[in-house]
């Protein structure tokens, strides 16, 4: 089956650690996105790549830093700058960048600061 | 100021009967597509409707319509015949077109809907 998968599901981080989230998708999407959602409020967007070896920074990227080597993958890395990390992460991909595409999800990670 | 505005924080509404999720967004794009997604409390985010800014008629899958007013750039969702799996966060949101740099989704704040039996 075609997805999206995120790994892990749950992420305990000490203070001052970086910290890896995976993203892989098997969908041939060009484009991949990083989101954050805080409790009770909305996604903002972190960082989106709209293909291979090319990224941008979204609304809150500090602290935040992203690769894409791979068309299959977007991993995000979670570093000791990013002052208050804990937050569920989503990652997404599109088909394209086009304003008619949808982006379908993976299932998130939940990243606590402890 | 905010691309996507959903003023209604929570709302309630009885098994089988309608609701409306109101979303409205700010774009200078001719260009634009509105998407809601259904959050239930495990996480994902499931894409229910889509509509683009030159579709004349409003989009319609299943139980959900979106009923678009772009005069008032306003994208409220319909949910008909509510059922208690409704019950979850819905996010409107945004994709723009060629006139803006940003090739991403932007959300709103979410609304809360809860079905009671």
């Known amino acids: 089956d075609g997805g999206i998968t995120q790994s892990p599901k749950y992420l305990f981080r000490k203070e001052g650690q970086n910290v890896t989230l995976s993203c892989e998708q098997n969908?041939?999407?060009?484009?991949m996105y990083w989101y954050r959602q805080d409790p009770g409020q909305g996604l903002r967007l972190i960082y989106y790549s709209q293909i291979v070896n090319d990224f941008q920074k979204g609304d809150i990227a500090e602290g935040y830093s992203v690769s894409r080597e791979k068309k299959e993958s977007f991993p995000l890395t979670v570093t000791s700058a990013q002052k208050n990390p804990t937050a569920f992460y989503l990652c997404?991909?599109?088909?394209?960048?086009?304003?008619?595409?949808?982006?379908?999800f993976g299932q998130g990670t939940r990243l606590t600061v402890v | 100021a905010q691309k996507i505005t959903q003023t209604q924080p929570g709302m309630f509404v009885q098994e089988k009967e309608a609701v409306t999720l109101d979303c409205t967004y700010d774009t200078s794009d001719q260009s634009y597509g509105l998407f809601w997604y259904k959050q239930p409390s495990s996480g994902e985010m499931i894409f229910l409707i889509y509509?683009?800014?030159?579709?004349?008629q409003n989009a319609t899958e299943g139980r959900y319509s979106l009923n678009f007013q772009k005069a008032r750039k306003s994208a409220n969702l319909v949910i008909s015949a509510s059922q208690l799996g409704d019950s979850a966060m819905y996010f409107c949101?945004?994709?723009?077109?060629?006139?803006?740099?940003?090739?991403?989704?932007?959300f709103g704040s979410g609304t809360r809907l809860q079905v009671q039996p």
């Open positions: 997404a991909s599109s088909i394209g960048s086009g304003f008619v595409t949808e982006a379908f």
């Open positions: 949101a945004m994709r723009e077109g060629q006139n803006t740099g940003r090739r991403a989704l932007t």
């Open positions: 509509q683009g800014s030159y579709d004349e």
């Open positions: 969908l041939n999407h060009d484009a």
